[in-house]
């Protein structure tokens, strides 16, 4: 009897993990593209708009069953839901708008594409998860990658002065860490889950870091003051409306759904394709190909995706592969 552990049955569930995966990095790629649409308007200014239409589309689409749901949260799932929509949500997009505007959009990518490595090391340390010693192929892949579109942003000229990319590559590696903390408490915490669902925990999340994204109100209007035209402000709500509900209802959902079919080390190296997509979306904003560096870059991200399947990847049982 084949066991739901090495059989086809965890073939289809490591399939239809890598391919929500994939689904999410190209929605989540979106978001590198908003600062850049809307660049009169400041990291703040831009994670108040995401996320008030997040919570909003999250309360519409939940508002059938919100009290059975809520009858089913618990203290520790709304504590949870608090911490993760502040630092994987607000944090990390204030820091990641702030890094696209002040460094662009390839630095960016650059540095997020760290995050495999870290959630990888990290996820390592989990009961049940393949040993170290058989991701270092894909870590160093990954290393590779990055350090490929990290020279390519260094050796090409920079727009504005070195203060601001460096603040630009600060603020970079602040929303990295940022969503590793987020990317390991939110597959724990859905890991945990038997009585909400990875929808319904997500549109909870969107209602939570809505309401949270208002506090960020006052803070806008004291500091963020410069007047903008109609048309300026219609444009941010535009593209507020299309990263809440691209990235933030279907790519979490698809998130979501990926790190209940996919153990924690290999749910790190899927954040690959967000760091893909993104760079391709750059690209196509910027007119422009990959140069021969960023080319090697993509190459070797791939393959540490790759890599990383074929590590995780269990040998069949001689009953699996035996003709019925």
Known sequence: MTSDATGPHASRRTLLGIACGMGAGALWGLVFLAPALAHDFSPIQLTIGRYVFYGLFSAAIMAPRWRRTVAQATRSDWLALGWLGLCGNILY?????????????????????????????????????????????????SVAGVLCIGWQAVAAPAAGSTGRQLLGLACAGGALLSWVVFAVGNS??????GHIGAHDWNLLMGIVTGSLSLLLIPWSLAFDGEP?????????????????????????????????????????????????????????WEARLPTGLEAAAFVLVVASVLSCIAAHREPAAPEAIQPA
């Open 228 to 284: 903008h035209a109609m048309l300026d402000w219609a444009r941010l709500a535009g593209v507020s409306m299309g990263v809440a509900l691209l990235a933030s209802i279907l790519g979490n959902l698809l998130w979501n759904r990926m790190s209940r079919l996919l153990p924690l080390t290999l749910v790190g190296q899927m954040i690959l394709f967000e760091t893909l997509f993104a760079l391709l979306y750059g690209f196509l």
């Open 188 to 193: 724990r915490a859905l890991n945990r889950l």
């Open 93 to 141: 997009y204030i820091l990641l708008s702030g890094a696209v505007q002040l460094g662009g959009i390839a630095m960016t990518s650059l540095v997020i594409g760290f995050l495999p490595v870290a959630v990888t090391l990290v996820g390592s340390r989990d009961h049940g998860a393949v040993p170290l010693v058989r991701l270092w192929p894909s870590l160093l892949l």
